[in-house]
């Protein structure tokens, strides 16, 4: 019995001495998604995804807010950043190194594309000329032409800056993930989320954001059971932040533009 209520004991501190669930996080405004900002209230689908999991784990949830180089650099450096969100292994391959990191299976599957003003419409690339992207992202799908010099790609700091580019014409269209573009025309300006289209005749990526960890492979399987286990509810949970029906909501596994609304 005195065995029995020890063993109880010891777990018992077990659980109350659990760390938190430390997650760094690359610091932007990528709504609806997610945005996470020093000094302000992270939220978006994927911090209420994070969320979720550590409640599921009996974790309080510890979210760090950096820029990518320093991100990478604490979590290799230090042992304080348990896991880092969104990762890909194709990215930031000179920030990581020899650093050999763990995935987990992919979190948000992503479309990102080409994005022109709604008169423009089917053009064709050769119409391409000034490509706008926010500073630091890569346009993956269209490297051959910059590559070749056929197209310039032209930078700002971020969503807003390309959007008043495009509608000056001083560049021909944005290589952006388009659920986060229309977030933007639809919550900041009064444009409409239709005045900027996808044009499907145009380079674009399918890529997925994945957390990643240097020393808690453990932790990432759990996190995998946990996308799986909850797959139908965080369908619904994409529903809730707007991001059905998409590019993107339409190369998930279970698409929450196929899930019905609940019944009142």
Known sequence: MK????TLLFLVIGVCQAEPLRIGLE?????PYYR???????????IA????FAISQGLALELEPLPINRLHRNLQTTDRLMLVFPDNPEW??????????????????????TLVLREH??????SVRRLGTVRGFTPEAWQERLGEGQVQ??????IGGLVRMLLRLRIDAIYANPEVLHHYLETSTNLGSDRLLLDPQLPLERTAFHASSLKYPELLEAFDRFLVEQSEELAQLRRQHGLACGP???????????????AP
């Open 3 to 6: 065995a029995a209520i020890l």
């Open 92 to 113: 930031s391959r000179q920030l990581k190194g020899d650093a050999r990191l763990h995935y987990s299976r992919p979190v948000i599957r992503i479309v990102d594309g």
């Open 153 to 158: 790609l032209v930078e700002a700091g971020d």
């Open 121 to 126: 419409l089917g053009r064709g690339i050769d």
């Open 27 to 31: 610091s932007q405004d990528y709504l």
């Open 36 to 46: 996470a900002i020093p000094g302000q209230p992270a939220e978006g689908y994927a």
């Open 49 to 52: 995804l994070l969320q979720r």
């Open 248 to 262: 993107s909501d339409l190369v998930e596994e279970r698409p929450a533009c196929e899930q019905t609304s609940e």
